[in-house]
């Protein structure tokens, strides 16, 4: 019997373990499922005869580390910043381990550790990162087969909320982490364009933020995503002139954002008065002397009192002279306002775009490829977003655990054809396809 370590029971983790438990009794897995919440666990488990709870603190070594030596793999959807505790005992018990997260520098910095233990931590294997990353590649080392040269890379992603279910003016819900919502952004963006490093800072991330067009939704606005420059050598694109990463938004909520932004709400170094209200903390944080609150907020931001976005700040009841429910910092009041205002219904539904545009040289013709994806989640639990994060890690798992791949070395991302072959042409008999325009 083969045994898996899922550490993790949140939102994004229900797919992945349906996953794993449907194909349990016919493979011989046990699955192990590790949260500190023992209600996840067994939200998640719903009674299967092939899983096995464990509740424990990640951070705790024993408990942790013994769970480790049990497992043939490990998978982590813990909070990012959680995984080195894993990775560190994946390593020195000679496990290959998989992570939807970012590639953190602790984990980087094992590369050589676990290339010479001849193992596989392979990372951003969720959506964004992960689907990203396969399909991408796939496209890229398709045009390069025949000699064509990448001059503009452009991948755009965004979890949002489905029509049917859009009905505040925010038009926006969380169907994945909420603290990542607030944070989004904070360490700015680094892309290239036209030939130029771009650097941009997190205050000017939502000012007048660009469009894409997509059928289904129409148009939509893009931020760029973290440090796109990272993964030049990564996608190994040594013509492109423009190469950027970005997220997805309706083109109303970068409007709201830059304003919650500017009027310093999403800071998580200052101290909030627990005994204020939200008024008096928006005046505190914008400098309010005299006159009404939401005409010195309106000039502040340089909108007429009449504005949209002067109803998208009173609509999360910035306005009220109502005590701070939690909170220490701006971003914690502000967080706990949004877990409230921006929480999804049991019957509403999300959707995830992925959209790809490359343009490339092929025989002296220049050629634009459009290759997008949309997921429509089933309700709240099971979002895209949980379907799109889990089943490539699923997937993964089984082709590693059946030996139907050989596992690359190293603390990796999947931009291999040995891992995203298999793990896309799954992907698609879960509805997980994309559509190619050409022009």
Same mark, same amino acid.
């Given at each position: 019997?083969?045994?898996?370590?899922?550490?993790? /029971?949140?939102?994004?983790?229900?797919?992945?373990?349906?996953?794993?438990?449907?194909?349990?009794?016919? *493979?011989?897995?046990?699955?192990?499922?590790?949260?500190?919440?023992? @209600?996840?666990?067994?939200?998640?488990?719903?009674?299967?005869? %092939?899983?096995?709870? +464990?509740?424990?603190?990640?951070?705790?070594?024993?408990?942790?580390?013994?769970?480790?030596?049990?497992? &043939?793999?490990?998978?982590?959807?813990?909070?990012? %910043?959680? =995984?080195?505790?894993? /990775?560190?005992?994946?390593?020195?018990?000679?496990?290959? !381990?998989?992570?939807?997260?970012?590639?953190?520098?602790?984990?980087?910095?094992?590369? /050589?550790?676990?290339?010479?233990?001849?193992?596989?931590?392979?990372?951003?294997?969720?959506?964004?990162?992960?689907?990203?990353?396969? $399909?991408?590649?796939?496209?890229?080392?398709?045009?390069?087969?025949?000699?064509?040269?990448?001059?503009?890379?452009?991948?755009?992603?965004?979890?949002?909320?489905?029509?049917?279910?859009?009905?505040?003016?925010?038009?926006? *819900?969380?169907?994945?982490?909420?603290?990542?919502?607030? $944070?989004?952004?904070?360490?700015?963006?680094?892309?290239?364009?036209?030939?130029?490093?771009?650097?941009?800072?997190?205050?000017?991330?939502?000012?007048?933020? @660009?469009?894409?067009?997509?059928?289904? !939704?129409? +148009?939509?606005?893009?931020?760029?995503?973290?440090?796109?420059?990272?993964?030049?050598? !990564?996608?190994?694109?040594?013509?492109?002139?423009?190469?950027?990463?970005?997220?997805?938004?309706?083109?109303?909520?970068?409007?709201?954002?830059?304003?919650?932004?500017?009027?310093?709400?999403?800071?998580?170094?200052?101290?909030?008065?627990?005994?204020?209200?939200?008024?008096?903390?928006?005046?505190?944080?914008?400098?309010?002397?005299?006159?009404?609150?939401?005409?010195?907020?309106?000039?502040?931001?340089? !909108?007429?009192?009449?504005?949209?976005?002067?109803?998208?700040?009173?609509?999360?009841?910035?306005?009220?002279?109502?005590?701070?429910?939690?909170?220490?910092?701006?971003? &914690?009041?502000?967080?706990?306002?949004?877990?409230?205002?921006?929480?999804?219904?049991?019957?509403?539904?999300?959707?995830?775009?992925?959209?790809?545009?490359?343009?490339? =040289? %092929? @025989?002296?013709? @220049?050629?634009?490829?459009?290759?997008?994806?949309?997921?429509?989640?089933?309700?709240?639990? =099971?979002? +895209?977003?949980?379907?799109?994060?889990?089943?490539?890690?699923?997937?993964? $798992?089984?082709?590693?655990?059946?030996?139907?791949?050989?596992?690359?070395?190293?603390?990796?991302?999947?931009?291999? /054809? $040995?891992?995203?072959?298999?793990?896309?042409?799954?992907?698609?008999?879960?509805?997980?396809?994309?559509?190619?325009?050409?022009?």
């Amino acid at each position: 019997m083969q045994t898996i370590l899922v550490a993790g /029971a949140g939102k994004s983790s229900v797919y992945l373990i349906q996953y794993l438990l449907s194909q349990a009794s016919r *493979k011989k897995w046990k699955v192990i499922i590790a949260d500190g919440d023992a @209600k996840a666990i067994a939200d998640r488990i719903n009674g299967s005869t %092939h899983a096995e709870k +464990a509740v424990i603190d990640i951070t705790n070594d024993k408990e942790r580390e013994a769970l480790v030596k049990r497992a &043939d793999i490990v998978v982590s959807l813990m909070p990012a %910043h959680l =995984h080195i505790h894993l /990775a560190k005992d994946c390593l020195k018990h000679k496990k290959n !381990l998989i992570t939807s997260s970012y590639i953190s520098d602790e984990m980087k910095a094992m590369d /050589a550790e676990v290339k010479k233990a001849g193992l596989m931590f392979m990372c951003e294997m969720g959506l964004d990162p992960g689907i990203d990353h396969m $399909t991408a590649n796939h496209i890229i080392h398709g045009i390069q087969r025949v000699a064509g040269i990448i001059t503009s890379f452009k991948s755009y992603c965004g979890g949002l909320i489905a029509p049917e279910s859009d009905d505040n003016p925010w038009h926006y *819900k969380f169907s994945w982490n909420p603290r990542n919502i607030v $944070t989004a952004g904070f360490g700015g963006a680094k892309y290239l364009s036209q030939g130029k490093d771009v650097s941009l800072p997190y205050e000017k991330m939502f000012e007048d933020n @660009k469009k894409i067009k997509n059928d289904d !939704l129409g +148009a939509l606005a893009y931020y760029p995503n973290r440090d796109s420059l990272r993964y030049l050598e !990564l996608y190994d694109v040594p013509e492109v002139k423009t190469f950027m990463r970005a997220t997805l938004r309706y083109p109303g909520f970068c409007k709201g954002w830059d304003a919650i932004i500017k009027l310093g709400l999403t800071d998580d170094k200052d101290k909030v008065d627990t005994k204020a209200t939200y008024a008096s903390w928006l005046k505190n944080k914008t400098g309010h002397k005299s006159g009404t609150l939401v005409a010195h907020v309106a000039k502040k931001l340089g !909108l007429p009192e009449n504005d949209k976005v002067i109803s998208m700040l009173k609509w999360l009841g910035l306005f009220d002279e109502k005590p701070i429910a939690a909170g220490k910092s701006s971003a &914690d009041v502000l967080l706990h306002i949004l877990l409230d205002k921006w929480q999804m219904k049991p019957e509403d539904k999300d959707v995830v775009v992925m959209q790809h545009e490359v343009e490339y =040289h %092929h @025989k002296d013709r @220049k050629t634009k490829l459009t290759s997008t994806m949309m997921v429509t989640g089933e309700n709240s639990e =099971h979002s +895209a977003m949980a379907k799109t994060v889990g089943l490539p890690i699923g997937i993964l $798992t089984k082709l590693v655990l059946d030996k139907r791949i050989n596992p690359p070395t190293g603390v990796l991302i999947p931009n291999m /054809a $040995t891992v995203y072959r298999p793990v896309l042409t799954e992907l698609k008999h879960y509805g997980i396809s994309f559509r190619d325009d050409i022009e």
